[in-house]
């Protein structure tokens, strides 16, 4: 089992940039695949981007892809979020999850979640 907890949210204007960070506990961290996932207002939540357990392999959704960068550090169990360029559109509560099983992941049945963080763009 793993638990998650993710920092980093904030207000930015737009073209700015934010890091988000998600810490994570439990032994096997590396045994997970990790996604980063969003939920605007009166919007269902959507897949942002994922890695694989190694980091090796990287999938973004095309709204972000070419802004947004997706990382992790196993030695320290810490998954990260390099959000730069971000647009009003970007304003969501973003959360962490972990996919056991998986190498890789990009859908949205992930088995752990983190409680969210608010990133808000102003235009």
């Known amino acids: 089992q793993v638990q998650l907890v993710e920092s980093g949210g904030g207000l930015v204007q737009a073209g700015g940039s934010l890091r988000l960070s998600c810490a994570a506990s439990?032994?096997?961290?590396?045994?997970?695949?990790m996604g980063w996932l969003r939920q605007a207002p009166g919007k269902e939540r959507e897949f942002v981007a994922a890695?694989?357990?190694?980091?090796?392999?990287?999938g973004y959704a095309d709204s972000v892809k070419g802004r947004f960068a997706i990382s992790r550090d196993n030695a320290k169990k810490l998954v990260y979020l390099q959000m730069n360029s971000l647009e009003p559109e970007d304003t969501a509560v973003y959360y962490c999850?972990?996919?056991?099983?998986?190498?890789?992941?990009?859908?949205?049945?992930?088995?752990?979640w983190g409680q969210g963080t608010q990133v808000t763009v102003s235009s």
């Open positions: 999850a972990a996919k056991s099983g998986s190498d890789y992941y990009t859908g949205g049945e992930y088995d752990y």
């Open positions: 439990g032994r096997t961290f590396s045994n997970y695949a």
């Open positions: 890695i694989s357990w190694s980091g090796s392999l990287t």
